[in-house]
């Protein structure tokens, strides 16, 4: 089977691997990897051609970028240019990690900005991130002061590519009038399936900007629930899973995102291998469009209007 291959994200971003590795859940928020297991799991992602890793400071509570870095630095400096890194900052955690963070807030100044993104450099043991992303908007936020901090970063060569996560439509607007934002990183599978309808999608085809989607199979929601929608939507699954090939729930879910036209790049949080392996199965799985509409109306409850 091919390697997976690399997409740009927008006219004027970088490009990544079609499959992004999410990292949230390879440390202490997780299966708490240590530093040689990340570096396999890294070594495995490149034999793949997955080559773009998912970051954000308070994954771990602060603590997994850090791992990731001493990963890295065993594996070489050698592999720091067959990656993209990709990390995200604004929210502050209550953690004993932070103890000047009193309680969860939003933080999109510039200088907090600016500090974030390199204390993501000195955890993750590298020069630049290919990829920075405002994690959540701030009812505060404003953007010439973020036009600021990005224009610092980027002038100092300490970020590529700026980008978004959670923004609406007009939030998105609003900062790229001050920057060129090259993603909005948001979350959308089929229990979760307001993009289509809320003008996100619309807007990002329209820039021709690839969105980023985190949760691309609606994670415990999907695996570990037991409402009726989502008993309803697992056994749609199953059987277009026997139709396919007899391949996992989890390809039909990606392979179901991949088919519109928006180009979305799945941010995929697995730990295990075999479900990394089994993600190019569905780079080249087309459903059929009725099976399509028939996941997205167990996902909403209802046929379509």
Same mark, same amino acid.
């Given at each position: $089977? ?21 990292? $949230? ?15 396999? $799991? ?14 954000? !400071? ?63 450099? +000195? ?19 404003? *953007? ?45 599978? *089929? ?6 309808? !809320? ?24 695996? +570990? ?33 991949? +088919? ?28 059929? $469009? ?16």
């Amino acid at each position: $089977m091919s390697q997976i291959d690399q997409v740009s994200l927008s006219p004027n971003g970088p490009t990544l691997s079609r499959i992004v590795a999410g990292t $949230m859940t390879w440390g202490e928020w997780g299966v708490d990897y240590p530093a040689p297991k990340m570096a396999e $799991m890294i070594g495995h992602c490149l034999d793949l051609g997955i080559t773009s890793f998912d970051h954000a !400071d308070i994954y771990g509570h602060y603590s997994t970028e850090e791992t990731f870095g001493a990963a890295l630095n065993e594996l070489g400096s050698s592999v720091r240019a067959q990656m993209e890194l990709i990390s995200k900052c604004g929210i502050r955690l209550d953690t004993n990690r932070r103890p000047e963070n009193l309680l969860k807030s939003y933080d999109l100044s510039r200088d907090y900005i600016i500090a974030s993104a390199e204390q993501s450099l +000195k955890n993750l043991q590298t020069d630049y991130l290919d990829l920075f992303l405002l994690h959540r908007p701030s009812p505060l936020m404003n *953007p010439a002061e973020i036009a600021e901090a990005f224009a610092h970063l980027e002038q100092s060569g300490k970020v590529r590519s700026f980008g978004v996560s959670n923004f609406t439509p007009s939030q998105f607007n609003l900062l790229n009038q001050s920057v060129t934002l090259v993603t909005n990183q948001v979350e959308c599978h *089929p229990l979760h399936s307001g993009c289509f309808y !809320d003008g996100t999608f619309d807007q990002l085809l329209a820039a021709k900007v690839r969105p980023m989607i985190w949760s691309p199979i609606g994670g415990a929601n999907y695996f +570990k629930g037991e409402s009726t929608t989502v008993l309803r939507l697992r056994d749609t699954v199953k059987v277009l899973a026997k139709k396919y090939g007899d391949v996992g729930e989890d390809v039909i879910l990606l392979a179901w995102l991949l +088919k519109h036209p928006v180009g979305a790049i799945p941010v995929v949080g697995t730990t295990k291998k075999v479900r990394l392996d089994a993600t190019r199965l569905a780079l080249d799985l087309q459903l059929e $469009m009725q099976d399509w509409f028939a996941i997205l109306e167990a996902g909403v409850g209802h046929e379509v209007a």
